[in-house]
């Protein structure tokens, strides 16, 4: 095959992924690309639920001898089929589906070792019921099946700004032990090589403080133990970054038009304005795994399952942004 194949993990089958999938393929750029995609999910559920939707289109079996074999296209639904035993089409999310996903994810990491293909998108899960507790999110899952664990970084990419946070899913009370120097100059480093590699342009980084107004009543805060040492650092290796910055000021109109990506202290502190600023228009990438995972900026929606009301845009995003990855 000419073009390597975009690998797509379905994800939760009680999502609204399959919909917004559905929908994905209409748009004329999912159409018009060239690189194949390959959906690994239970056939059997995607045609229940294609056909509940109201969607038709035309489904090919695959698996990975034929990517080498076959000269696989867009015309169809590629699907590497994984069995997944259900009695309702649409149903609430439970442990039913744990040893199903990670099925899709193994097939998935499976590829990705003995192909040369560089990204997977995955559809949402459920923390509760695949995670269980042994992972914090889907970025630390990956990290650890790719032993990659300690190099991962979230970004939240969208074409204007991007965010990260230097923590991810963790509890508020856990964070305080986790910032460091050393993280942060992990973290900057992994997005700026990122905006190098894949972008094509420099990055500039405003950093945000962890306290509020980047004050603090202790004698030494972590704006000024932390933060400043590491960015006088990163600065000393030629990365344009600046801060710490307010974190109530610093998306601010004004203040957006210097940088195109900002790093925050933890999760909802970056994850709240640029979803503010740009709803579904951005894609979750994790960065530092052995490839890019990238996933759409949302989550399972299970309560919306079945009535084909939400909105693919994220996925469209998605699956584009694979156009960039060389």
Same mark, same amino acid.
């Given at each position: 095959?000419?073009?390597?194949?975009?690998?797509?993990?379905?994800?939760?089958?009680?999502?609204?992924?399959?919909?917004?999938?559905?929908?994905s393929l209409k748009k004329r750029k999912i159409k018009n690309l060239k690189n194949p995609i390959v959906l690994i999910c239970s056939k059997k559920l995607l045609t229940k639920q294609m056909h509940k939707l109201k969607y038709n289109y035309k489904i090919n079996d695959v698996s990975?001898?034929?990517?080498?074999? !076959? +000269?696989? @296209?867009? /015309?169809? %639904?590629?699907?590497?089929?994984?069995?997944? #035993?259900?009695?309702?089409?649409?149903?609430?999310?439970?442990y039913k589906s744990e040893s199903y996903l990670k099925n899709c994810f193994d097939i998935a990491i499976s590829?990705? !070792? +003995?192909? @040369?293909? /560089?990204? %997977?998108?995955?559809?949402?899960?459920?923390? #509760?019921?695949?995670?269980?507790?042994?992972f914090s999110g889907m970025t630390e899952y990956f990290a650890k099946k790719s032993n990659s664990k300690g190099k991962e970084v979230m970004l939240i990419y969208n074409d204007k700004l991007s965010v990260s946070p230097l923590t991810t899913h963790l509890p508020?009370?856990?964070?305080?032990?986790?910032?460091?120097?050393?993280?942060?100059?992990?973290?900057?480093m992994t997005t700026n090589n990122f905006f190098k590699l894949h972008l094509k342009k420099k990055a500039r980084i405003g950093i945000t403080?962890?306290?509020?107004?980047?004050?603090?009543?202790?004698?030494?805060?972590e704006e000024k133990k932390v933060l400043e040492p590491a960015i006088r650092k990163l600065k000393k290796i030629g990365?344009?970054?600046?801060?710490?910055?307010?974190?109530?000021?610093?998306?601010?109109?004004k203040n957006l038009k210097r940088f195109n990506l900002i790093i925050g202290m933890y999760h909802d502190q970056v994850l709240t304005p640029i979803k503010t600023l740009h709803e579904f228009n951005a894609i979750n990438i994790t960065l530092g795994l052995p490839f890019l995972r990238i996933t759409p900026?949302?989550?399972?929606?299970?309560?919306?399952?079945g009535k084909n009301l939400s909105n693919p845009t994220s996925l469209i995003k998605a699956i584009l942004f694979t156009k960039k990855i060389k």
């Open positions: 095959m000419r073009t390597n194949p975009i690998i797509i993990v379905a994800g939760e089958p009680y999502s609204i992924f399959l919909e917004i999938f559905f929908k990975l001898k034929d990517f080498k074999k !076959k +000269n696989i @296209n867009n /015309k169809k %639904i590629n699907i590497i089929n994984v069995d997944f #035993k259900f009695n309702k089409i649409f149903d609430k999310i439970s590829i990705i !070792k +003995n192909t @040369n293909i /560089k990204a %997977i998108i995955n559809g949402p899960i459920s923390k #509760k019921y695949f995670l269980k507790r042994r508020l009370k856990k964070i305080f032990k986790e910032i460091t120097q050393k993280k942060i100059i992990k973290n900057i403080g962890l306290n509020p107004h980047c004050e603090s009543t202790e004698k030494l805060s990365i344009k970054v600046s801060g710490p910055f307010p974190a109530d000021t610093i998306f601010m109109k900026d949302h989550g399972t929606n299970n309560q919306m399952l």
